[in-house]
């Protein structure tokens, strides 16, 4: 079977159905990525737009790696940037912090579920970079090496980024509580 | 075993999937993207739809010259009437609305049997386990999709085949005569429209700007055809002006967001599988150039594109009239030349006081 990267140098060479053959591997975790975000509707809105986006500048994608997972992660993440960006702002889901790179949502979402409520609460308090590294191998099941990819960074900075989320995730003081309840209770079995 | 801060944020990882046809959409858009990057000119194998884009080079499509000051006639339906009798067309060009209800006739369920050939015939393969679960009108068209699809179609080659199925609108009571399926050949701003059986059989053609008519020279006002035919050059300033086939690259220029398109799902026509869209909001989009009919607004717009987003089919009614028009061999060059012998006049040629066609 073709690899991602032989796929792409075919469609840019002038093969579409090539490039299609790439979205139709990665569609189901780009679209759960997306999901993950900004919620299944937005989700399925964006789409789209990231295949477009990629198609557009699949010129530029580095054949070396043969998977292109983490590039079209990357995409997406652009994608999420610019429509954020773009939200209303008396749109509730709009009102969220801007970070360096962009604007981000994690603190406007769902409060309805406690622990939920308590851990992305801590999400939200990370800077972008290192929650998306956290993200993309906690949720994404990336490597780290891959996460840098997708964020175009080095893996030593992916590597301290991931170190740095986790420390300030267990000095959350609501992380904290839950750690302690979630491991006293397996500790009283 | 220790709960840590990556197992509890893993417990957040479950997200709502999407529904299938959302993927579906999503490649739809990819490939109105692909029309307009033009990828197909780079490819060797010989589809219609690179032949299309070859031929026109990047996405560029004939940009046909100003038809300002047209009637508003219904195109190839006021071509058609023309075809019935001199009568009809003498009603069409005297000012009145739309004749198309004097060709409107019967059923809506005819099928044209002609096989496709048309551009926009590679699928991507990957669809079919998707296709099982569409949820019919479950998706409305963003406007940034509609602005591909309507990008998309610039590749499209103005020329090709179709057949016309006046339909009665929802829920009309069937007319009782046949339906008069016409069939078109189009090429630019040239075409011919070839009237059923039931019709008389006639044909009617615009050949660079001029109208040329098959008229029963016995009884042109009647158009009762049981005479030979015989073809007349309506020399008359303006004969042609209003009566059109329109471009399938720009049936859905007039659709905006308003006018609510939802995915309905996928169909079968023709042999070929294509995308059906439906306008919540119909009476929203003008009534495409050519197509025009009587009866007011509309009141059901559905359109099919292929793969490419290319239209091939598209479905309008008013509250009076209804028409359906199935494209073929679209980007096929196509011939519509002036007829042999017809017969130069202002007026429809008659032997009823000369005995011979005049």
Request: glycine share 10%.
């Amino acid at each position: 079977m073709a690899s991602d990267a032989e796929l792409i140098g075919w469609s840019v060479a002038g093969d579409r159905d090539a490039f299609v053959e790439v979205i139709c591997r990665h569609e189901a975790a780009v679209g759960a990525y997306l999901a993950r975000r900004v919620g299944r509707e937005s989700a399925e809105d964006l789409l789209g737009e990231v295949w477009t986006v990629a198609f557009g500048s699949r010129g530029t994608y580095d054949r070396s790696y043969p998977d292109a997972r983490p590039w079209l992660f990357g995409v997406a993440l652009n994608t999420l940037r610019r429509y954020w960006r773009s939200r209303p702002a008396a749109d509730p889901q709009a009102e969220i912090a801007d970070l360096a790179a962009g604007m981000d949502p994690w603190p406007g979402v769902d409060e309805r579920i406690d622990t939920e409520a308590v851990l992305r609460r801590a999400l939200g308090e990370l800077r972008l970079d290192q929650r998306e590294v956290l993200t993309l191998i906690v949720w994404e099941d990336l490597s780290i090496a891959d996460a840098a990819r997708t964020l175009g960074m080095p893996a030593g900075t992916a590597r301290r980024c991931l170190h740095e989320a986790r420390l300030a995730l267990r000095n959350t003081p609501g992380m904290v509580a839950l750690l302690t309840e979630f491991n006293g209770v397996k500790e009283t079995k | 075993m220790i709960v840590d801060e990556m197992e509890l944020v893993g417990r957040l990882k479950d997200a709502e999937p999407l529904r299938p046809e959302a993927f579906e959409e999503a490649r739809v858009v990819l490939r109105a993207a692909m029309a307009v990057d033009g990828a197909d000119a780079q490819e060797s194998a010989p589809s219609g739809a690179r032949r299309l884009v070859a031929r026109n080079g990047h996405g560029g499509h004939r940009v046909r010259p100003g038809m300002g000051g047209r009637r508003a006639l219904a195109g190839v339906a006021a071509a058609a009437v023309v075809v019935g009798g001199a009568g009809a067309y003498l009603a069409s060009t005297s000012g009145s609305s739309s004749s198309h209800s004097q060709v409107v006739a019967g059923s809506s369920t005819a099928t044209p049997a002609t096989q496709t050939s048309t551009p926009g015939t590679q699928q991507a393969g990957h669809q079919p386990s998707v296709r099982q679960t569409i949820a019919p009108g479950s998706i409305i068209l963003t406007a940034s999709r509609i602005r591909l699809i309507k990008a998309s179609t610039a590749a499209v080659s103005d020329s090709g085949t179709a057949t016309e199925i006046p339909t009665n609108p929802p829920g009309a009571t069937k007319l009782s005569r046949p339906a008069n399926i016409m069939q078109v050949t189009f090429s630019g701003q040239n075409f011919q429209v070839q009237q059923s059986a039931a019709e008389g059989g006639g044909e009617s053609r615009v050949v660079d700007g001029q109208l040329y008519v098959q008229v029963n020279p016995d009884n042109p006002v009647t158009g009762n055809v049981t005479a030979p035919l015989v073809w007349w050059h309506d020399t008359a300033a303006g004969a042609a002006d209003g009566i059109v086939f329109p471009d399938p690259s720009t049936l859905v220029a007039g659709i905006g967001a308003a006018a609510g398109l939802r995915y309905v799902g996928h169909e079968t026509v023709d042999g070929q599988e294509l995308t059906h869209y439906h306008a919540t909001t119909p009476a929203a989009i003008p009534p495409p150039n050519g197509l025009k009919i009587g009866g007011g607004p509309l009141t059901t717009f559905n359109i099919w594109v292929d793969s490419n987003n290319i239209t091939q089919k598209v479905s309008l009614a008013t509250a009076a009239q209804g028409l359906t028009v199935i494209f073929h061999h679209l980007g096929q060059p196509q011939t519509i030349a002036v007829p042999a012998g017809a017969i130069n006049s202002t007026n429809p040629p008659s032997t009823s006081s000369t005995g011979s066609p005049t």
